[in-house]
């Protein structure tokens, strides 16, 4: 069975510092996507990132960039240079790719990331 | 503006009651989801629907149901047979093609209360 493991329940970073959220996945499927989430306070899912297993190379957008570690099955967050607007929940969450895709995500646990002043 | 809306925001139930949380979305978009997050866990998802008129359950269906008869809508129904149904509801919806990334895009969810 698919399943995405988040180890950190809550995470504190010093603000302007590099802060790395772990994400574990587990799938004997060849081709699947995994993707990061950002939940604030509000409650609203924001995509922040995205990786595919046949990507050679990791992914980055702007401050976000995946550690992906296919041998290891993991594939962890990197945020760069916090921000106080970073304080929320962090989801990593993995969909599996055809013939297993009915486009369904599976969401890992969570983190809470708390920035500090 | 494209998007997602999820009405109402806030909603209460008294127990025995069945209530219809809407789910609108203007992106075009083929596929639509349901989940429901309990505090501090992660999402878990309820039924989904790839096409008009066809949708399948999720990992946690039971007490729940819905229906998708445009492509824009897909409104979901908590049951009086859903024991434990406060939580937080999202709903997401994303193109449905083979490939990645085709990320699903969230609502700002409704929270449910039952009384």
């Known amino acids: 069975a698919q399943k995405i493991t988040q180890t950190q329940p809550g995470m504190f970073v010093q603000e302007k510092e590099a802060v790395t959220l772990d994400c574990t996945y587990d799938?004997?499927?060849?081709?699947?996507?995994l993707f990061w989430y950002k939940q604030p306070s509000s409650g609203e899912m924001i995509f922040l990132i995205y990786?595919?297993?046949?990507?050679?190379q990791n992914a980055t957008e702007g401050r976000y960039s995946l550690n992906f570690q296919k041998a290891r099955k993991s594939a962890n967050l990197v945020i760069s240079a916090s921000q106080l607007g970073d304080s929320a929940m962090y989801f990593c969450?993995?969909?599996?790719?055809?013939?297993?895709?009915?486009?369904?995500?599976?969401f890992g646990q969570g983190t809470t990331l708390q920035v500090k002043p | 503006d494209g998007g997602i809306t999820q009405s109402p925001k806030y909603l209460f139930r008294k127990e025995g009651q069945n209530v219809t949380l809407s789910c609108e979305q203007n992106?075009?978009?083929?596929?639509m989801y349901w989940y429901r997050q309990d505090p501090g866990q992660g999402l878990r998802l309820i039924y989904y629907?790839?096409?008009?008129?066809?949708?399948q359950k999720g990992d946690i269906a039971e007490g729940y149901s819905v229906s998708r008869e445009k492509k824009e809508s897909f409104p979901l129904t908590v049951t009086s047979a859903q024991k434990n149904p406060t939580a937080f509801y999202l709903c997401?919806?994303?193109?449905?093609?083979?490939?990645?990334?085709?990320?699903?895009?969230f609502g700002p969810g409704t929270r449910l209360t039952v009384l």
């Open positions: 997401a919806s994303s193109i449905f093609s083979g490939l990645a990334p085709n990320e699903q895009f």
């Open positions: 799938t004997s499927d060849q081709s699947y996507g």
């Open positions: 990786q595919g297993s046949y990507d050679e």
């Open positions: 969450a993995m969909r599996l790719h055809p013939p297993g895709n009915t486009g369904k995500l599976i």
């Open positions: 992106l075009n978009h083929d596929a």
């Open positions: 629907s790839q096409i008009v008129n066809d949708f």
